[in-house]
């Protein structure tokens, strides 16, 4: 672990991201499976399956076009982000890199037919309803709901599986 945080601070100077604290620092999975290409761990693929065959069941629609990001992506997005936004904007709309939940494989980007992910949008769609009144049945929950303590932008798209 020692070696895991003197790598993120090495490149958290690199992208030039001072004292970030605002989201704990998370563990990167090493064991993952595919789902229709998508890596995540296998209990989030379990509960992913039962979850979007009941939405299915309900006449849901619900796909995953994100799941486990390396330390290496989450610095690709920020890079991406900083050609049109400040640092501290970059931070509110993406982790710093080694604090993304998506690290862990059970962090998952969702979202319906008829809407474009990722947009807020998302937030108007019978998916998000249906989300909103199940994932927690499938040990999901909404990380970023609007004014969450992290200071992240609101992400209706984003779930991710608690541990027990």
């Known amino acids: 672990m ?17 004292n970030y604290d605002r989201l704990p620092l ?14 995540m761990t296998m209990e989030t693929a379990l509960q992913w399956q039962r979850m979007e065959k009941a939405a299915r069941h309900s006449g849901v629609t619900l796909f995953i076009f994100c799941a486990f990001r390396g330390v290496q992506e989450q610095a690709m997005l920020i890079r991406h982000f900083l050609k049109t936004k400040t640092m501290a ?6 982790a710093a890199p080694g604090h993304s939940e998506h ?14 992910p990722p947009t ?8 998000f309803s249906w989300l909103s009144t199940h994932a927690e049945e499938f040990n999901f929950t909404l990380t970023y709901p609007r004014n969450n303590r992290y200071g992240i932008a609101f992400e209706p798209w984003h779930w991710c599986q608690r541990t027990n």
């Open 26 to 39: 998370q563990q990167v999975a090493t064991r993952l499976v595919y789902v229709q290409g998508i890596p």
């Open 120 to 127: 807020v949008e998302f937030e108007h769609t019978q998916a």
């Open 103 to 116: 690290h862990t494989g059970r962090a998952l980007d969702i979202g319906t037919t008829g809407c474009l």
């Open 2 to 18: 020692l070696l895991y945080k003197w790598r993120v601070s090495k490149l958290h100077r690199e992208l030039g991201i001072a």
């Open 89 to 94: 904007e970059a931070l509110e709309v993406a």
